[in-house]
Structure formats: structure tokens, C-alpha cells
């Protein structure tokens, strides 16, 4: 099965002639995302098969052409303002091996922290509505994002920082005015979108990546699809090093060469200031829980990559602080029994309470 999935993604059509092996297939591709583009590979071998998929394909297919029109319309709603896509429908287009068939469920929209105030009255004027609960904007932690829904239902995370959380953020930086200033437009779909430039996106993919727990094979198919684009793996690197995502990036791409065959400089793991110790840890961890076998969210090889920081010493600590707080978690009285509080919309006052952490933590003038 591990194999089937990676035929997917290298675009080989799988073989699957045990009936288990064809039944475990179907949930097996949508855990990782890639049911769409094994639609396309079995519809020409395995037609029955493929005709499962074919609701993940339409799918796909349904929010990449829904995203167009969104894309139309911010266009006209940000206009003077600068703004750049970031992941699903630009690497839908742009980095698939199928393009416009990419899961994605919304769209990654980023503004300056200085902007955000405006967008944020725009959209309340177009007709758009904030979704997060108020206790989620009233969060001193302050999150990155916003989550809003278009007039058409369209899902938009409204973001001001790439990194959500507040404690992850500290550990990393990558400026948005820095990002904005380097911003290139490219054609998403019926319509264009402004997006991060090449050596950006390849950093903030695979940071991405590492975060989430590059534990599914479309992270690491993404990366594949930049990596082989990349002409200038200097700016790459210093990139990377600059905003403390070296050893993120590093986790993931060797990731992407071990199972696709991703095409690396050979010093790569060395210019992102990996040690040879961080690497055999790697290599063992990815060896005994390798990525196309997972299906479940908690694993090593998640653990691992998302306790990926700025330098291997620093993502040692990193990996000590997460082990023992699992430990704590699982006792009594640990998070899991935490039971969730009673929730309520967001308000205009909580906010304008967010606009204004938002403001005063980023040194935005409103």
C-alpha cells in the first residue's frame, strides 16, 4: 500500500489486484491527499477504481474554480493594498502534478499587520464574515490568522503572519513586509493572484510542512514539485537560515529525496547547519515510521519534524520540552482532560481586541 501511494505521487498507476489492498487504497489516498491525482493515474488502467475517486477528483476540480472567482474579487477589494496568495490554489496551479486538482480547503491570504485594520473593514463592507469564536480573538497569544467566509462560501484564512501560533512565532522569523515587497503575480485558474517569490515559497512550503508534521504525502509532493524548480539553492539556503526554518526545511526535503527522489545538491543538509547527529536521528525515525505508511495523526515522524527549530541544538531541546510535556498530557488532570468551554461568536468589540494586539505586537501604526 505504501508503495501505491508512492507510485502517486511519482505519477506511476498503481497495481492493486488483492481486493484488501483495493479497499484500504480509497482511505488511504484521501488520508494523504492525493485521491485526485490517483484518479487521473488509475482512470486510463483501473477505470472501476478510479471511478471511487472520481467524487475527490469533481471536488478538487469544483474548489479550484470557486477560487477563481474569489481571487476576482480580491482583486477589486485589496485593490491598493498589497496582498499575496499562499499554499492551495498557487501550488494547485503551480506545483501538481495534476494542476488544479491539489486538496486544499481554503484559500491563504496575506496582508501586512500595518493593512490589516482596512482589509478587515473591507471585508465586513463586501458582504464577508469573520467565523473564529471570540475567544479565539481575545487570545493574548494573538494568532496569525483570521478565518473569514466569503458571500459564496468560500473559506479565506485572512493572515498577518505565515506562523499561527504565537509561542511558534517566536521561535522564527519570517517578516511579511519582506515577503510583500518580494511578491510575484502569477494566473491561479479563470483569474491571477499575487503570490510569494520562488525562493519564498520553497521556504515557507516546506516551514509549512514541518510544522503540520510533513506526515502526509502531498506536504511532501509539494516540496518535491518547488525543489525541482529551484535554479538558486544559495537563496534558498540563506533563506532558510535567516528565518530559523533551516533544519524545518531540511527535515522535509530529505524526506522528499528518500521517497521521491526529489533531486538535492549534495551538501544541502550541510548548508542548512544540519549535524550528522540530527540526521541519523532522522534517517531512523523516518526508516521505522516511514510517511506513506501513516494514517493516523499521531506519530515519530510527525513528532520529529514539528519540533524542527531555528539550529539542531535548539530542535534537540525542542524535541526534550515536547516528550515531556506528552508525559504530563497523559496524566490525570493532564490537557486531554480538559473539557472545552462554552463558545460564542465573534463580536465587533472582540474584534477590534484582536486589531489591536494585532497592532501593538507588530509595531503596526493602525
Known sequence: MSAAIVDVCVGRPPILVDGLARASFVPAVRHHRVAPL??????????????????????????????????DGLHTILDGIDWA???GPVLSEHAHPAPGLRTYTDV?????????????????????????????????????????????????????SVINMASTRSEFTVPTDELLARRVQL???????????DADAVAHVGLHAALTGAHRMLLILDVDQLARRVTDWDELVTRAVA????????????????????????????????????????RTVDRLWPVPTLREEA??????????????????????????????????GGDQDARPAQRRPASLESLETYLRQVETQAGATP
Open 38 to 71: 490517483a484518479h487521473v493515474l488509475l482512470r486510463p488502467h483501473d477505470p472501476d477504481l478510479a471511478a471511487e475517486l472520481k467524487p475527490d477528483r469533481d471536488a478538487a476540480m469544483s474548489k479550484h474554480l470557486g477560487t477563481s472567482v474569489v481571487l
Open 85 to 87: 496568495v499562499v499554499k
Open 108 to 160: 491563504d491570504v496575506l496582508v501586512a499587520p500595518s493593512a490589516l485594520r482596512d482589509v478587515t473593514a473591507r471585508f465586513l463592507d463586501a458582504g464577508w464574515n469573520v467565523i473564529d469564536y471570540h475567544d479565539m480573538l481575545i487570545n493574548p497569544g494573538t494568532p496569525g490568522e483570521m478565518h473569514w467566509v466569503s458571500p459564496s462560501g468560500m473559506l479565506i484564512d485572512l493572515h498577518w
Open 187 to 197: 494566473p491561479v485558474g479563470l483569474s491571477s493572484a499575487w503570490t510569494l517569490a
Open 243 to 282: 528565518w530559523g526554518a533551516a533544519p524545518a526545511l531540511g527535515i522535509v526535503l530529505a524526506r522528499a529525496r528518500t521517497l521521491l527522489q526529489t533531486p538535492l545538491p549534495s551538501d544541502i543538509h550541510r548548508a542548512l547547519g544540519i549535524t550528522p547527529g540530527l540526521r541519523a536521528a532522522l
Open 299 to 332: 506519530s515519530p515522524a510527525r513528532f520529529m519534524a514539528r519540533s524542527a527549530r531555528s539550529t539542531s541544538p535548539r530542535t534537540w531541546a525542542a524535541i526534550g520540552r515536547r516528550s515531556l510535556r506528552g508525559i504530563a498530557n497523559r496524566l490525570p
